[in-house]
């Protein structure tokens, strides 16, 4: 490829986005819940519907022609479970290759789509991608921003969690773009929470933001210089969260009670009570839930001190992770000025006092902590547009470089550095006559290629045959306000470039970003029926492969003649599998999932039974999901 010659230090940096005048809004797009928010003159108000609620639950149900959006959709998921989608933050910029990590972390089926590199989500017959379901919330977000303010929301600052890498900071701003909201900016979550309780003003130094939401767990540790955050280190564990609390408590009643094996509906809704009677235990000692089991209903009750003791080795684990972000950063607790506390679930007590005694102080508390984001993103998005007196600076998340010869990785630009930024360096070729060169972005912090991510190639032709070293090639990197990366490369003799603006692999390619844009149901038609007859086929082959190896694991629970039922059934679906009618091959399926609906429950029963004994409601949950993709 190339060798490095020599390192120009920094090169210009391009001005950052233009002021502009209009509306702009502030949104916290997050797992569990979505927020949005105005600022004027400095003060965030958040923008709640007619019901005064600033949370609208980050839930999609595809139930019917229209995408159902927020608490609606979340009735939906104990009736229509395999229709609605939630916790589509955690797909996000997620390739085929990491899906492997994720299946069976979420309740529905996911898969990498080879073309594009990005996972797709099955719906019912529709195949969406994050980014669409995204778009979908945000849509909702920002009707419900009009409705409040009377009138056009068009732009908004939008955050994202300080680890998103930059495929996933691209699929957050592809799903503004499909929902109509140009995005001012992309702003970290814990730097957005810091500007809410305005420690942008004040005293310069560490501070932490612990942020436990509804299903993760993000400590990021902040340095204030000069009006910049900097994110210094980031950790936490993207399984633990509010979710677990409500777990936790669902398995206690369930064990208080003697009862086993809710079927899935009644395990979604004894989730539910069990969410009500914790957040009702953050200001009452005792609360009660009723639900029903097989139709008969149960009352239960929990008092603090119980939920405490459920609570306490998950929070304690979030301390964990608190001291190695500490370790990391090569600081200690006493050295931080403040403690940011966001996420619903810091509304627990016993959370805020573990927190306050591991930092030794009492945390900032008192903006509600499932808003305080959005309040910051508002903030930032009137000083981009009203021009506040502080223009807030990011930093990107992971270095930047090109491969050089060896698989090793040159950087270029070094995390953390403040954006908008360009640099430049210079290599050379390393061949006699060389009149090409390769050139291969990579993210991340590892020395060699192989442990970083690609991003992508491109090539510069062109270059006149020279002795090897003699020709000057300077590479740029420009990343611009939102963390969006182009590279372009110069011969210096003679002048020929070439240029690519980075889509990381997993983004939306123009073209597809077209598609969806124009209807996406009349165009292509052909190519979509193709790919859906296609999947179909791909599906069902799964259906037949899963429904044969629970037949070998767990035959004994059907009686012959069901056996019988589903072995025609399956012949039916071999046969529909052979042929050209989608439709078909679907109805055959449908009708093996009948057929084997019988067995499909004793085995829900028997994974819920045996899981119950020991195990968490979760990975039953998972074990659940796993049966309804069968
Ligand atoms: P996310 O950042 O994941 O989108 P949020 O910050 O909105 O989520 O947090 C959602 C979580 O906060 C849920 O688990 C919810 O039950 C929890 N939560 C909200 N209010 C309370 C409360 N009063 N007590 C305990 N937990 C709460
Ligand atoms: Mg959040």
Do not use: W
């Not at 009203?386 to 270029?412: A, N």
Request: aromatic share 4%; glycine share 8%.
């Amino acid at each position: 490829m190339s060798t490095l010659l020599q390192i120009h230090e920094p090169g210009e940096t391009p001005a950052p986005h233009e002021a502009e005048r209009g509306i702009a809004i502030g949104i916290d797009l997050g797992t569990t819940n979505s927020v949005a928010a105005i600022a004027e003159q400095g003060k965030p108000e958040i923008l709640r519907d007619d019901h005064g609620d600033g949370l609208l639950p980050s839930i999609v149900a595809y139930t019917g022609a229209e995408p159902i959006v927020g608490r609606a959709a979340a009735e939906e998921q104990t009736r229509h479970p395999e229709l609605v989608v939630a916790s589509v933050k955690r797909l996000m910029g997620r390739g085929a290759a990491d899906i492997k990590a994720l299946s069976g972390t979420v309740p529905y089926e996911i898969h990498g789509d080879q073309q594009v590199g990005m996972v797709r989500l099955k719906v019912g017959n529709r195949v969406l991608s994050p980014v669409e379901v995204s778009a979908d919330i945000l849509r909702a977000i920002k009707a419900r921003a009009e409705a409040t303010l009377g009138q056009p929301v068009e732009r908004a600052v939008v955050t994202v969690p300080a680890y998103f890498d930059d495929a996933a900071r691209a699929a957050t701003k592809d799903a503004a773009k499909l929902a109509g909201i140009e995005v001012l900016r992309l702003v970290n979550e814990p730097t957005a929470a810091a500007l809410a309780y305005g420690l942008d003003h004040g005293a310069e130094g560490l501070y932490a933001v612990y942020d436990l939401g509804g299903g993760t767990f993000d400590i990021s540790l902040l340095r204030l210089q000069q009006g910049v955050f900097q994110v210094l280190s980031t950790g936490g564990d993207a399984a633990l969260g509010g979710d677990d609390f409500d777990h936790a408590i669902a398995e206690f009643v369930l064990r208080e009670a003697g009862v086993q094996a809710p079927s899935l509906i009644d395990a979604k809704t004894l989730l539910v009570a069990a969410r009500s009677a914790k957040e009702a235990l953050t200001a009452a000692p005792k609360a009660e839930l009723t639900f029903h089991i097989n139709g008969k209903e149960i009352r239960q009750s929990v008092d603090l001190a119980k939920f405490e003791s459920l609570i306490e080795p998950m929070v304690a684990r979030t301390l964990r992770a608190c001291r190695q972000v500490l370790e990391d950063a090569e600081v200690t607790a006493p050295e931080v000025k403040g403690v940011v506390l966001v996420g619903g679930s810091t509304r627990v007590p016993l959370v805020r006092r573990m927190v306050a005694k591991f930092f030794g102080r009492a945390p900032l508390s008192d903006i509600n902590p499932d808003e305080v984001v959005a309040a910051g993103a508002a903030l930032q998005a009137e000083a981009l547009t009203r021009g506040g007196d502080t223009l807030l600076l990011d930093v990107i998340p992971l270095s930047l470089g090109i491969e050089t010869v060896g698989g090793i990785v040159e950087k270029v630009i070094d995390r953390n550095t403040v954006i908008p930024v360009a640099k430049a360096q210079e290599f050379t070729t390393y061949q006699d006559g060389q009149t090409g060169m390769q050139i291969h972005i990579v993210q991340g912090e590892r020395e060699t290629v192989d442990a970083c991510r690609s991003l992508g190639r491109f090539e510069l032709t062109g270059i006149p045959p020279m002795a090897a070293g003699a020709a000057r090639i300077r590479i740029t990197f420009a990343v611009d306000a939102d963390g969006l990366l182009t590279v372009s490369a110069q011969e210096k003799t003679t002048g020929v470039k070439a240029e690519i603006a980075v889509k990381p692999s997993y983004g939306l390619d123009e073209d597809e970003m077209a598609d969806m844009l124009r209807d996406s149901l009349t165009h292509a038609r052909e190519d979509m029926e193709r790919r859906l007859l296609i999947e179909a086929r791909v599906e069902a082959e799964r259906m037949l492969l899963a429904l044969d190896a629970a037949l070998k694991s767990d035959g004994d629970l059907i009686r012959p003649s069901e056996r019988a039922g589903i072995d025609a059934a399956s012949g039916k679906v071999r046969a529909a599998m052979a042929g050209e009618d989608r439709d078909r091959i679907g109805a055959a399926v449908e009708a093996l999932e009948k057929a084997s609906h019988p067995f499909a429950q004793a085995r829900m029963d028997r994974a819920m039974e045996s899981a119950l004994k020991g195990h968490s409601l979760d990975e039953v949950e998972a074990s659940m999901a796993t049966d309804r993709a069968e």
